[in-house]
């Protein structure tokens, strides 16, 4: 009885899938919903302007991981909702005639919600 040498078969492709955060904008205000996968994004704001760069592993609304968005007419309340995973956002603060004005957060007149 003749045997065969053993042979390898190659498995299929893997795809390592990334996080997403939805951003959505309504009457100046901006929401942002994370998934159940491990999202980091960094909010810059500019005046109306905000900035979303995702680190290597995260898209916004389904596009190229990592890759900066800009959103504008920011003139209302920004509220974030990360869902499940292990998230981090950052944010950072604009600068008006020199003068630092960062992100608010809480009630009032904040822009964070």
Do not use: C, W, Y
């Not at 955060?21 to 159940?36: E, P, R």
């Not at 974030?80 to 957060?105: E, H, K, Y």
């Amino acid at each position: 009885m003749k045997l065969n040498p053993p042979a390898f078969e190659a498995l299929e492709g893997r795809a390592l899938f990334s996080g997403n955060i939805a951003a959505a904008m309504s009457s100046g205000n901006l929401t942002l919903t994370g998934d159940a996968l491990d999202n980091a994004v960094t909010l810059t704001r500019n005046g109306g302007t905000v900035t979303l760069t995702p680190d290597a592993g995260t898209s916004i609304n389904h596009g190229a991981a990592g890759a900066p968005v800009d959103l504008t007419g920011v003139t209302g309340k920004i509220n974030i909702r990360m869902g499940a995973g292990n998230d981090s956002v950052t944010l950072t603060g604009q600068v008006i005639a020199g003068v630092a004005q960062p992100f608010a957060v809480g009630g009032g007149n904040a822009d964070l919600a």
